[in-house]
């Protein structure tokens, strides 16, 4: 197993994960990342400063990714935990924690004080990861990330 950055050659692969993770849940409509623009164009998107995205991987092949991103909100340098999704038969062998790790590893790395998250409120095994990994709850969100669907918020300091 590894974990690296997305490459463009990704693309295609992380895009039809994250559509079949979405569809999964029910969240293949609008209010959720189902609609994002950058869903073709990973690797794009996230080449930016204060971006990044990295892939989870097994014997070439990818098993679901997540990034973050800057967010703007009312606090200062907050990023946002964006599009992490795991295949289903990938999940519960410690591959989401994993990711988690490198991500806020990478988040302080870039100055981010805090890193953000929406949710949904099916998605129990998230949730209990995100929990696990520090997240600590929301009872509103703390800006406006283009996901007016997510029923969950959570939110855990860098530093």
Request: overall charge neutral.
């Amino acid at each position: 197993m590894n974990i690296r950055p997305i490459t463009t050659a990704d693309n295609g692969e992380i895009a039809k994960i994250i559509r079949e993770v979405l569809t999964e849940f029910g969240a293949n409509k609008p209010g959720f990342a189902w609609q994002d623009p950058e869903l073709d164009f990973m690797a794009e998107a996230y080449y930016k400063r204060g971006r990044a995205y990295w892939v989870v991987e097994s014997g070439g092949r990818i098993l679901g990714g997540g990034g973050i991103a800057e967010f703007n909100c009312q606090e200062p340098k907050v990023c946002e935990l964006q599009k992490m999704y795991l295949l289903s038969e990938t999940r519960g062998l410690g591959l989401g924690a994993k990711l988690i790790d490198k991500l806020v590893i990478v988040a302080g790395e870039m100055g981010y004080r805090s890193c953000y998250l929406e949710t949904l409120s099916s998605m129990s095994g998230a949730i209990a990861l995100y929990k696990k990994k520090g997240f600590m709850r929301l009872q509103l969100p703390m800006g406006d990330s283009g996901h007016s669907a997510c029923d969950e918020w959570y939110s855990k300091r860098l530093c």
